[in-house]
C-alpha cells in the first residue's frame, strides 16, 4: 500500500510540474512570438490548448495526491465536467483557430545553409490564411522570419508554388502566376515586402 502511494505521490508531482511548464509556455509563447523570436515559442503560440491542458494536469496531481474522499469527489466531478466542455469546446476551437495548419511548402535552402522556407495555410472559420516565414538555424534555437501573411480573401493572392532562387533569395508565385522575389539578410530577416 505505501509503494503505490508513493508512486501516486511521484506521478502527482510530476503532473504539478507539467501544469507549471504549460501554464509558463502559455504565458511566454506569444510574448516571444515576433520576428526573429524562437520558432519553437512560435509553434507553441496557442495559450488556449496549453491552459485547458495545464488545467487538467493540475486536477489529476490534486487527485491523485490528496487522501480526503471529499477532495477527490470533486476534483473527478471536475474532471469529468473538463472532459465533457473539451469534447464540445474542441471542434468549435479547431475550426476557429486551426491550431495544426497545413505545410504547403518545407524546402531547405540550396548550398547546405541552415534555413527552411515554410508555406502554411491555416483554414479557421472565416477566411483561410495564409503565411511565408523562413526558419534560421537549428532546432531548437532555429529564428522565424515571417515573410508574408495575408488571407485568401481575394484573388491571387495564394501561393501557387513556393522556391528558392538562391541562398539569400526566394520566389512565390500567386494564382495569377506572377513571381514575388524576397530578398534575405544573413540573418534570415526579409529585406524587402511581398507586393500581391
Avoid at 504565458?27 to 515576433?34: E, K, Q, S, T
Avoid at 495526491?65 to 471529499?70: A, G, I
Avoid at 476557429?96 to 497545413?102: C, G, I, N, R, T
Wanted: charged share 20%; proline share 8%; no cysteine.
Amino acid at each position: 500500500m505505501d509503494v503505490h502511494r508513493g508512486v501516486a505521490r511521484g506521478v502527482a508531482r510530476g503532473l504539478f510540474a507539467l501544469a507549471a511548464a504549460l501554464t509558463a509556455t502559455a504565458v511566454v509563447a506569444p510574448l516571444y512570438d515576433r520576428p526573429g523570436g524562437l520558432s519553437v515559442l512560435a509553434e507553441l503560440d496557442h495559450p488556449v490548448l496549453l491552459a485547458v491542458l495545464a488545467a487538467l494536469s493540475l486536477t489529476a496531481g490534486v487527485l491523485l495526491s490528496s487522501r480526503r474522499p471529499e477532495v477527490r469527489k470533486a476534483t473527478v466531478g471536475g474532471l469529468v465536467a473538463a472532459a465533457v466542455f473539451g469534447a464540445l469546446a474542441t471542434p468549435v476551437y479547431v475550426m476557429a483557430s486551426d491550431p495544426f495548419p497545413s505545410r504547403e511548402y518545407d524546402l531547405p535552402a540550396p548550398g547546405g545553409a541552415q534555413r527552411r522556407l515554410v508555406v502554411e495555410r491555416t483554414s479557421p472559420l472565416v477566411d483561410p490564411v495564409w503565411r511565408v516565414y523562413v526558419d534560421t538555424g537549428a532546432f531548437p534555437t532555429a529564428r522565424r522570419w515571417p515573410v508574408a501573411e495575408y488571407t485568401e480573401s481575394s484573388w491571387p493572392t495564394g501561393v501557387r508554388q513556393a522556391e528558392w532562387i538562391g541562398p539569400d533569395r526566394i520566389a512565390l508565385i500567386d494564382y495569377d502566376h506572377r513571381q514575388h522575389e524576397v530578398e534575405l539578410s544573413r540573418d534570415g530577416r526579409p529585406l524587402n515586402e511581398v507586393d500581391w
